[in-house]
């Protein structure tokens, strides 16, 4: 196989390591991690600027009235949850030699390298507030991240039910229902193990050994390394699993731009494309969320390292 001499082929911070023709199309990758704030979450219209969220604080409530007798008027009581959406984006930039040598569908597989990296940024926002590339905390925008929420620590295995259980009279008692959970897959591997001490039988038979749980007691699941953070350059919160109720998670888009192609100008500040004789790609998308009550939510967190495991 013939070898490329990439130093020569890529402008920029954006693509290394591209492989030649000659190079199988098959790509195989080590780690995925799929979005599940949208799927979980209420989708809401956002526009750019503030957006205002109102809730309801205070109920009207009906009465009885004895015949003959005055009636009476109940009370309604409106607050509201203020939000701005931040931006999140993800580019590339390759010469043109790098993308004539590259495999066919390569393309297509930056599109979706793209597309993915923005999906992995929304969750690692929503959820911890963190930014993918660096790990650092997001300080502008947004609203609070779901890991702030109460937490329910987590004991051996065996003990994952009644720790879900705990974690749902948090919600219930706050009065709120659970509409959903977002697990890490280590989560998933926690509940295969969990077993009855007195005959060894599984408590969760029907979990297999994939990540692709949909439904867990009834609810809509979802599962994703990013509830524990441990994707691109974050690193493991040891949050396990969230869930509560998703009804009191607002999230939408104000912008969503699809990958792509710039061959003009200067986009990532490393100097003029023509002039480089390079041609960039780029996706970006404009988001927001309020979580509503905190109180609507737990997480489920690794014991602290040194604490004994009830």
């Known amino acids: 196989m013939p070898t490329v001499d990439t130093t020569k082929l890529i402008a920029g911070e954006g693509g290394t390591n591209l492989l030649p023709r000659a190079v199988s199309s098959e790509i195989w990758r080590k780690a995925t991690a799929a979005s599940i704030v949208p799927d979980l979450a209420t989708t809401s219209p956002i526009i750019l600027g503030d957006n205002v969220f109102p809730e309801v604080t205070k109920r009207p409530a009906a009465t009885i009235v004895g015949e003959g007798a005055n009636k009476k008027d109940s009370q309604l009581e409106l607050g509201a949850k203020s939000i701005r959406p931040i931006k999140a984006q993800v580019g590339l930039e390759f010469t043109l030699e790098a993308i ?25 926002a929503v959820l911890h507030k963190k930014v993918a590339d660096s790990g650092s905390a997001i300080t502008t925008g947004g609203d609070i991240a779901l890991d702030t929420v109460q937490a329910v620590e987590l004991g051996d295995a065996n003990a994952v039910d009644s720790d879900i259980e705990t974690g749902y009279g948090l919600v219930t008692t706050a009065g709120y229902d659970f509409t959903g959970f977002g697990f890490d897959p280590k989560f998933i591997a926690r509940l295969r193990q969990a077993v009855n001490p007195k005959n060894g039988q599984k408590y969760h038979p029907e979990l297999g050994f994939g990540t692709q749980v949909t439904n867990f007691g009834g ?27 998703f009804n009191a998670l607002k999230f939408g888009y104000a912008l969503n731009i ?53």
């Open 100 to 124: 004539t040598a590259n495999p066919v569908g390569v393309l297509g597989l930056l599109q979706e390298e793209l597309s993915s990296a923005l999906a992995r940024q929304i969750d690692l």
């Open 219 to 245: 609810l809509t699941a979802r599962v994703s390394k990013t509830v524990s953070g441990q994707v691109d350059a974050v690193t493991d919160t040891n949050i396990r699993a969230v869930a509560g109720d």
């Open 258 to 310: 699809p990958v792509k192609k710039i061959e003009f100008g200067d986009p990532f500040g490393n100097g003029d494309l023509q002039r480089r004789n390079t041609v960039a790609y780029l996706a970006e998308v404009i988001f927001g969320w309020a979580v509503m009550d905190p109180t609507a939510f737990v997480v489920f967190k690794e014991k602290a390292v040194g604490v004994p495991a009830k």
